[in-house]
């Protein structure tokens, strides 16, 4: 029985062994169907790969043909944006002149009604003319109007004798003679500011807002602080301090006070008129002073009174313009921060015209170092004055100046308002009028000055600037470190012996002069160069023949420049001053600078460069070009170190690690024009200063060597440089911080934009 059991048992595992080799059979059939499969679709992927290799190849040529397409149309994309850009300029001038058309034709019509009124008087005074008194009347008009012209030109003659002694000492006599023969022809100070400004202020009465829409502004604005604005009184005219204080009740913003302080007044007829005010608003505090104090003593006590979270400053006969606190406060609304506000200003004339206006820069430091050009109006948040402790005896007449020196150490949260908010009355004897007539302001002004660098450790002295009411910080060297001065160069051996002549003369000696020649072919100007060359080592000659590109020779001569101070300097320049390079090292050596740029003269002693102002003729321009250099420009602006946003190539000092960070010359697309604004812009993106000094002064030939814009190759290159700066800093290139949209940019003067 158990054998019987276990052949059922073996015959039931056999039948499981034949149905496995069945299945095995089954499974290896089935294998050989998928690798048959796998070898066909091994083939299939074969091809595909040999399509997709097929398709790459036909992606790079189409990327190819893009970017060769692209490199066709970026010119034809940099001459659109130009034209678009030019557009619209030429929209608003043809808006400007349509204004000024129908403003014409309104006056034509009126001044031939006015024609027609005044026809029958005509006739009178025509047979009126023909009598003997009106002849003999006319003799004598005609000798008054000469005694006239002879005071005026005395006066002038007067003025110019501080200037003209000045220049005979610093300049010696052959510059006093020079500058001399200009004034004589006629090189007189412009006087037609004010006429172009009687024209502004009409242009401008249209673009305001009516009082409804700023009303609901300021019921707009989030944040409405209180402002303070404090008055030192002292024996001011009644008529003056009305229309002063007048103007402050007159404030669109009506959240204010005025704190008026009187100084121990002994004009009865000041007291009266601050005891009726004081009962008119409670938002006027009076507080009458026992003693006199001078004004620093008497501006601390009306803040005493203050409880406004920002301070105005107002002289007691000066007025501000009805706008004025609603600007301010329309700043802090857009940046709550702020610290320091500062708008332009105007002066008042006796007669009640507005004159003088002053556009101010942007806040601009070492301006600010020659002169206090932010002066009115001012407000200040109270708790930085609270820390600088507001006014100091002993700095009267300039005490404002040595306020602002001292909360400018404490904040760097500046902001100006580019807008008229406050007039200046001219009455004689005051500051506004003539400065000369307040000596001690001067005084009072050096005094501060000099107390700015002690307290900042700056090592030098502050001295007398070129114009009145200026200063000079004169910086001391820390270090004379090695310049290498870079000249390229073509031919034209008399501006190389000149060069090299004057440059001899140079105070600063540690430098080497490398002279590039570009494609220099007459030998004349290589027997210049080893005539100095003999005598001094500090000369060295390279060739470097390319054709002219003026980024690429600079970029291939600092490679074999050893100083750590870079001076690019053109071949047409001629040495006017033996301090002018130790005067841009004393600013190059600050660690927030990145360039230096010197004054310019042309030949004929006018300004060729004071510095460049963006926007100006489209890309830029050379601030006060063609100005007489004894000749003040628009508040002394050419006279005065300060900040700006770019300075010529023609001499312009820079540091190897400024050079090199910012990318240094473009020499792809800007191979002549424009390749020194760009690397302004550059350095500035890069957070440094460029400052323009007027006493590293000298010559300059301009593009005598090379020539100007005069063949269609040369203008189409120009107009690709003028694009790729449109393309590149087109929004930079339409506001300049170192100017001021009020003035125009059309022209290199500072006129007023009307």
Partial sequence: THIQNLDKLLGAQKGQIQTLEQSVTQKETHIQNLQGTLLEKDQVIQKLLISISKKNENVE?????????????????????????????????????????????????????????TEPAWRELQLAQKSFLYRLSLLGRRFAGWRASARKRVNIFFKAIPFGLEVLFREGPSAFLRKLKLYIQGDLPHTSINNDYQRYLQKIKFFNPPFSKIKKTIGSLHYQPKISIIIPVYNVKQEWLNKCIGSVRSQFYQKWEL????????????????????????????????????????????????????????????????????????????????????????????????????????????????????????????????????????????????????IIEKTQKIYHIPKVLYHWRKIPGSTAAEYSEKSYCYKTSLKALTDYMHRNKILGEVKKGITPNTFRVERTVIEKKLISIIVPFKDRPELMEQLLKSIKQTTYKNYELLLISNNSSEKKVFEVIKKYKKYDERIHLFEYNVPFNYSEINNWAVKKAKGEYILLLNNDIEVIEQDWLREMVSHIQRKEVGAVGAKLLYPNDKIQHAGIIMGIGGVAGHSHKYLPDPRYGYFSRPHLIQDLSGCTAACLLTR?????????????????????????????????????????????HESISRGSEDTPEKKKRFERECGYMYQTWGETLKKDPYYNPNLTLEHEDFGINI
């Fill in 656 to 700: 190897r690690d400024v050079y090199e960070k910012v990318g240094r010359l473009n020499e792809n697309e800007l191979k002549i024009a424009f390749n020194d604004v760009d690397f302004c812009l550059k350095i500035r993106k890069a957070g440094y200063l460029i400052v323009y000094t007027p006493y590293a002064k000298l010559y300059h």
């Fill in 259 to 406: 704190c008026l302080y009187d100084d121990a007044s002994t004009n009865k007829e000041t007291i009266k008129c601050l005891e009726v005010w004081q009962e008119k608003d409670p938002r006027i505090k009076v507080k009458f002073g026992t003693k006199n104090q001078h004004i620093s003593g008497a501006s601390n006590d009306a803040l005493k009174m203050a409880t406004g979270d920002f301070i105005g400053l107002l002289d007691n006969d000066d007025e501000i313009t009805p706008d004025a606190l609603y600007e301010v406060v329309k700043a802090l609304n857009k940046n709550k921060d702020l610290d320091f506000i500062y708008s332009d200003e105007d002066k008042l004339d006796m007669d009640g015209n507005l004159c003088d206006p002053h556009f101010k820069s942007d806040f601009n430091l070492d301006l600010l170092l020659g002169h206090n050009y932010i002066c009115h109006f001012t407000v200040i948040r109270k708790s930085i004055g609270d820390r600088v402790g507001w006014f100091r005896k002993g700095y009267e007449g300039s005490q404002d100046y040595d306020l602002f020196l001292r």
């Fill in 61 to 117: 040529r189409l990327i190819k043909s893009v970017e060769a397409s692209f490199a066709k149309n970026k010119e034809l994309k940099i001459v659109f944006f130009r034209g678009e850009y030019g557009l619209r300029e030429m929209a608003i001038k043809i808006e400007n002149l349509a204004e000024n058309v129908n403003r014409l034709k309104r006056s034509l019509k009126q001044k031939e009604q006015h024609i027609r009124n």
